[in-house]
Each structure stands twice: as C-alpha cells, then as structure tokens.
C-alpha cells in the first residue's frame, strides 16, 4: 500500500468568467439590527426572498459605559455603529447584538426559515483604545507586544503603498499581526464556534489590509510569510486548529475596495471580492436619471462576475461620507431592481435605518431596531424571486436611447424593465421574450411583445418584472 499524502486544495478559479454561470441568491445587510431583532423578522426576510442575512460584527467590542443606544451620537456618549468594528477580544456576543443565547436563537430561526447567516468579522485590527482590548486576548497571543505588527500603531498615510496598506493602522485602527500563530488560533477557534452554531459564511472587513504572499512581509515581527488567508480559508491547519467544514461549502467574500495596486487577482485565489468600482458608477446614472456614456454591462473587476459582491450602496457609502446617503429610496430600489435582475454578483441590500430621510440620514437613530420597510417593498421581492426563477438563464441587457431605461432580459424566460428617471417613459426594446402580451408581478401593468421588441409605458423610477408563463 501507498502512503495516502495530504494535497493542498486546490485553488478555486475565480478570475476566468464561466459565460453561463448564473448566481441567484441575495443579501440582506441587517446593518445594525440586534439578534432579537433579525430573529423576529426571519419569515418577513425570507418571504421578501432573501436567501442571506448579513450580520454586523458578532464579537466582543469596544463599549465605554452608556455606549450601545444610538446608531450615532455626535456627543460620542450613547454610542456608535462604528464601534462594532474595534474588536477587544474574539468572543461571540457584544453590547449592540446580543449574547451568544440570543444568536443561537436567531440561528435556529434562520435554520427554520432556511435563510443563511454570513458574520462580518474583523481580523485586521483591534479597538483604538488598546487597553481597552481583553487581558484573555493579549495573554492568548502572546502578550501585547506579539498583537501588532512592528508598526502597527502607526496611521496609514499612502493607501496605494502595499507596505502601508498592510503593515499599518487602516484608518488610524491598531494593525494586529495577522501573521502570529498564536493569533490565528484564537480567532480561528471563534471561527469555528460560529460554525458549529450554523454560520454559513463570512464577509471580511478591511480584506485589503491583510497582506497576501506578495505583499511586504514584517521581519521585524518575527513573519516568515503572510499566510493568513491560507490559514483562514482553510488551507492550511495553525497549531493544530483547522477550519472545521468544507471552505467550498461556505460563502466568503472579502471587502476589497478597489484602488490603485491592489492585488484583486491574488485575492481572488482565496475569496469572492466587491465589486465597490460598480456601485459607484450605478450611483451615478441613479444620480443622473440616466446612463448615458456610464458603462453598466462591465463590472469593471478582476474578479469573474459569479465571484462579485456587488450593491447600490453599503454601509460604508451611507454612514461614513454619506455618498450615497441623499439618494432616495426609490432611485435605491431601481437600482436594485437593475443590478438584481442580472446573471451574476450576489447583490446586498444595505436596510436603512428605520425614519431615516433625505436630511435625517439616522432616522429614528435605535442601535439594534430594524431598518426601514424597503427590504420589503413590493418591487424589491419581486425582482429577489425573479433572480431565483432565472436560475440558468443567461442576460442580454440594454438601454433605451434616452438612457432613462434599463431593461435586463434574461433568456427567452424572463425581462427586468427599471426607468430609472424621474420622468414617465416608453420601452421599446429587443427581447427574448416570445411574442404576446405580458403582465408585470407588483402592478399587473401590460405590456407586448412584437417581432422581439418589448413594448409598454412606465412610470418615474419604476421597476417591471415579467415572466413567461
């Protein structure tokens, strides 16, 4: 007999595009929503026809007395979002979502309603506050000075610089050296506490931050080699801890904003990417009212478009510069509608908080309340079941000469009509559709079919989904 030999996994091919490849689930980014919250309002998600739910940051946070009340206080007292972002040690619960005991039941109840949880986790830094971070934390990585890289403390100042990218504070944030051992242990054992409790994926915040094999290693930290993500997908086992399921059987994507010298294609070894260049050009023709001389039907990514996270907007783009916040719901949900409709990225709906306005970007301002009603707008679960009965049919998408209307056709099955501008408009475009007449699923508005033209009337910033019968 042979000896059996442990081959390394292969790597997943995730830059050439398969032209038939159709993604069909969506995302809901539950920003901010506590475990109480998701678990109530599983069946209204997945009665909305979202497949996922995006968790906020699960782990222990940083939490300053008072904090944990408001999604933003400009007096800095009763909390921030943010700071579920500045992990203080590698456990599961916080003061903005729950306790462990509460996100067991929002699991069950996703388990029940088959919806799947990703977690948004955040290897690359710890809280600003470094004496803030958990003695278990420091004693398990070796002590304080073992938790950051050699200059990790100090503020990135070039983002296109790898070296800064990767070895500093992203946003002035303490860089953890993502490259101890004992680091990736302990946060590879929450990992798979998560696991166990049915997690089914991970988005990776600040993914860019983390160095890949030709990133700049740091000697001065004792580094031989920037594995992390070898480790974190799976590849490779650290201190006799492994990830504990299959990583293939996992949805991960990794926030990998797009810029000058990022290396998306050596991302794209280990996890599907955002495709953050796109949602700013979709913004755009939503700002405009038209898409004329914006090149929608690209991606614009590295990435092969199956491996894209793609949105309108992310919490990012609403809470940090507000650069999508003045945007309105209805020119949020056309955009949806269009980037739904189509083959391939796996969208995210960003749920605005609840009595948030054009002026009020934080509405009723509750950490831990549901988002806004948008999630459930009649257009919007009407385009997340097309996407699902679209399922192997392929996309031929077009404009109208006024550029106000978009229309996504996908096979001889279905067509997505978005008039994206604030004007009544008229569709007159090709189609696969087979001739006859066509009612839409939300406003049982008519629409024909003539010698494969699709021929109707919209109303401003209005989706149409039909469906052949």
């Known amino acids: 007999m042979g000896m059996a030999v442990a081959l390394p996994m292969a790597a997943k091919d995730r830059v050439t595009h398969d032209p038939n490849a159709t993604n069909t689930e969506t995302i809901l980014h539950a920003w901010s929503w506590n475990f109480p919250t998701i678990a109530d309002n599983m069946k209204k998600i997945a009665d909305a026809g979202f497949t996922m739910v995006q968790t906020s940051p699960v782990q222990n946070c940083y939490s300053p007395e008072g904090s944990g009340k408001k999604i933003f206080d400009d007096d800095v007292t009763e909390g921030n979002w943010y700071y579920y972002y500045q992990p203080t040690d590698w456990k599961i619960g916080n003061n903005i979502l729950g306790t462990k005991e509460q996100m067991q039941s929002m699991m069950d109840s996703a388990a029940k309603y088959n919806v799947k949880i990703i977690v948004d986790v955040l290897p690359n ?10 003695e278990d934390f420091y004693k398990a990585v070796g002590g304080r000075d073992k938790m950051y890289h050699s200059n990790g403390l100090q503020p990135v100042e070039d983002y ?16 953890v ?25 991970f988005r990776y915040d600040t993914a860019k931050h983390i ?28 201190k006799g801890v492994k990830l504990a399921v299959p990583y293939d059987s996992l949805f991960v994507y990794g ?36 898409a004329n ?59 605005r908080p609840a009595g948030s306005t054009r002026k009020a970007y934080w509405g009723d301002n509750v950490l831990g309340a549901r988002g806004n009603d948008e999630f459930f707008h009649p257009e919007v679960v009407a385009v997340n079941k097309f996407r699902t ?55 049982g508005q008519e629409f024909k079919v003539k010698k494969g033209r699709l021929i109707g009337l919209l109303a401003p910033e209005r989706s149409y989904l039909l469906i052949k019968k």
């Not at 990435?303 to 719901?329: C, F, G, I, K, M």
């Open 125 to 134: 830094h710890t809280a600003f506050d470094i004496d803030a971070v958990s």
């Open 160 to 175: 296109n610089d790898r070296l800064q990218c990767t070895l500093w504070g992203s946003g002035a944030l303490p860089d």
């Open 177 to 201: 050296n993502t490259e101890n051992p004992d680091f990736q242990k302990y946060y590879m054992e929450f990992v798979n506490e998560l696991l166990a409790m049915g997690v089914k994926g």
């Open 211 to 238: 160095g890949v094999h030709s990133d700049p290693v740091d000697k001065a930290s004792g580094v031989k080699e920037n594995d992390f993500w070898d480790v974190a997908t799976g590849r490779k086992s650290v």
């Open 255 to 290: 926030e990998v904003l797009q810029d000058r010298n990022v290396p998306e294609a050596e991302y794209a070894d280990y996890f599907g990417q955002t495709a953050s260049g796109y949602g700013h050009l979709l913004r755009e023709a939503l700002e405009k009212g038209n």
């Open 293 to 351: 001389g914006i090149d929608l039907k690209s991606w614009h990514h590295t990435s092969a478009p199956e491996y894209l996270t793609t949105w309108v907007e992310s919490h990012d783009t609403y809470a940090n510069a507000h650069e999508s916040a003045h945007l309105t719901d209805d020119q949020i949900r056309t955009g949806w509608v269009f980037l739904t409709a189509r083959q391939n990225g796996t969208p995210l709906f960003f749920s």
């Open 389 to 443: 009965a679209m399922a192997g049919q392929t996309e031929d998408v077009q404009m109208s000469p006024n550029g106000q209307v978009l229309l996504v056709n996908r096979g001889k099955k279905g067509a997505a009509i978005v008039n994206i501008s604030k004007f009544a408009n008229s569709v007159n475009l090709p189609t696969g559709l087979p001739d006859g007449k066509y009612k839409d699923s939300v406003y």
